[in-house]
């Protein structure tokens, strides 16, 4: 054997494969819808809005926020990028980094990749970019490595579906 786990050209394209899905998700869902025509609109402050919005919800306000989207917005953005540091771990196995190392990627890729997307709904009328989000973003993709980190040895996503073959 060369050192090649069995099945590792199948995980590698799996992971490839949720790698460009999430990336196409996240693209599309960030920057593919057009807002109205107003001016940029933006929160450089941390945190400002999902507190205002979560007081809102429970003190009341004038405009409340509706609870589901509320919960949506934090847990989508939370989320989505999850995928992307899952398979950013894995695919950067045996390339002579820590796992920590590998943890720390996910986190530093899903922060550029989230501030990139801010700041080109910054650039475009009627969206918002918001610091919120690309907080958010990343601690998905910090969780989604620091998962793929804790995965027993013995399981392996990629595995489970070569097996099934």
């Known amino acids: 054997m060369n050192g090649v786990r069995p ?3 199948d995980s590698k394209a799996l992971y490839w494969s949720i790698l460009l899905a999430t990336l196409a998700i996240f693209l599309l869902s960030t920057l593919g819808f057009d807002g109205s025509a107003r001016g ?5 402050i941390p945190m ?25 917005n934090l847990i989508g953005n939370a989320l989505i990028l999850a995928p992307l540091g899952f398979s950013l771990f894995h695919l950067t196995e045996n390339k002579g980094l820590s796992r920590r190392q590998r943890i720390w990627l996910g986190l530093l890729v899903g922060l550029i990749l989230a501030l990139g997307v801010e700041t080109m709904q910054l650039l475009h009328p009627g969206r918002f970019s918001d610091i919120d989000d690309v907080l958010l973003n990343g601690s ?26």
């Open 7 to 9: 099945g590792a050209d």
């Open 140 to 165: 998905g993709a910090l969780l989604g490595a620091w998962l793929a980190s804790r995965q027993n040895q013995g399981w392996c996503l990629a595995r489970a579906v070569a097996r099934k073959r």
């Open 40 to 44: 940029p609109d933006y929160n450089l």
């Open 48 to 72: 400002r809005r999902i507190l205002h919005q979560g007081s809102c919800l429970l003190t009341g306000c004038e405009q409340p926020p509706h609870p589901f989207f509320f919960a949506l």
